[in-house]
């Protein structure tokens, strides 16, 4: 059978996760990590505000999904803001993740499957998130074809729910950074509602050990912060 033209993007995405999983200790990114528990913390607090913002609160008749949805860490955090399992959704390449996202979340609708090619009807979801996975497309195209079908899935008067890295990683070639202006090249016609958000890891490291409050100072700062947290809604669509 002949390969797809994105074929070698899926290939070099399933690696770099198998590597991942063989060379990065669990523990590593572990909430029981207190630079890790900080940052989480942090953008689930950013992330909240957005949404409540925009509107989207309360969450219990929200229909959610989390592209790229790993084991299901943020369908998790989003049964803690008051989401119903039943109402959420994930699709992820990994067959191994989406298994144990099942595990956790058996009411929840979680599949093995491609981002740029979502099994959803149209007009299904009044949320769609990511986190962190669009660093991981190298490829400009598929990461247009990603945006357009997130896009797709919304119900009128939804919004897509971004999290993911500014810049390049000099000492990890497979993820790439995303600024604000590529952000809003995905999605044309799009209202992009965004924060700085996320202490720099090394920094966080180092500093949350000694003072918990001042790795809060130099992340109000936000100068040192180094993800985007996005609300971004369709222009016009109410």
């Given amino acids: 059978m002949a390969s797809t033209p994105d074929e070698p993007e899926l290939e070099r995405i399933r690696a770099e996760y198998a590597r991942r999983e063989r060379e990065i200790p669990a523990e590593t990114y572990a909430y029981s990590n207190p630079p890790n528990l900080f940052l989480r913390q942090v953008q689930e607090r950013t992330i909240l505000s957005l949404l409540r913002d925009g509107g989207y609160a309360p969450f219990a008749d929200r229909r959610l999904l989390d592209v790229g949805c790993g084991d299901g860490g943020w369908l998790g955090t989003y049964l803690m803001l008051g989401f119903r399992d039943e109402h959420l959704a994930g699709i992820d390449l990994d067959p191994q993740r989406v298994a144990e996202a099942k595990a956790r979340h058996a009411r929840s609708?979680?599949?093995v499957g491609k981002a740029d090619a979502l099994p959803w009807p149209d007009g299904t979801f009044d949320l769609v998130s990511q986190f962190t996975m669009f660093s991981s497309i190298l490829d400009p195209r598929m990461?247009?074809?990603v945006a357009r079908e997130m896009l797709r899935v919304l119900k009128p008067g939804g919004a897509v729910l971004w999290l993911?890295?500014?810049y390049?990683?000099?000492?990890n070639k497979n993820v790439v950074g995303l600024n604000p202006k590529r952000v809003a090249e995905l999605f044309?016609?799009?209202e992009v509602r965004s924060r700085r958000s996320t202490l720099a890891p090394p920094i966080a490291r180092?500093?949350?050990g000694?003072?918990?409050t001042l790795a809060a100072v130099l992340e109000q700062l936000t100068v040192l912060n180094v993800h985007t947290i996005a609300l971004i809604r369709p222009r016009g669509d109410r």
Wanted: aromatic letters at 4%; glycine letters at 4%; one cysteine or more.
């Fill in 109 to 111: 609708e979680v599949v």
């Fill in 143 to 145: 990461q247009e074809r």
């Fill in 164 to 166: 993911d890295i500014r």
């Fill in 168 to 171: 390049d990683n000099p000492r």
């Fill in 188 to 190: 044309p016609g799009c």
């Fill in 206 to 208: 180092a500093v949350v």
């Fill in 210 to 212: 000694l003072s918990w």
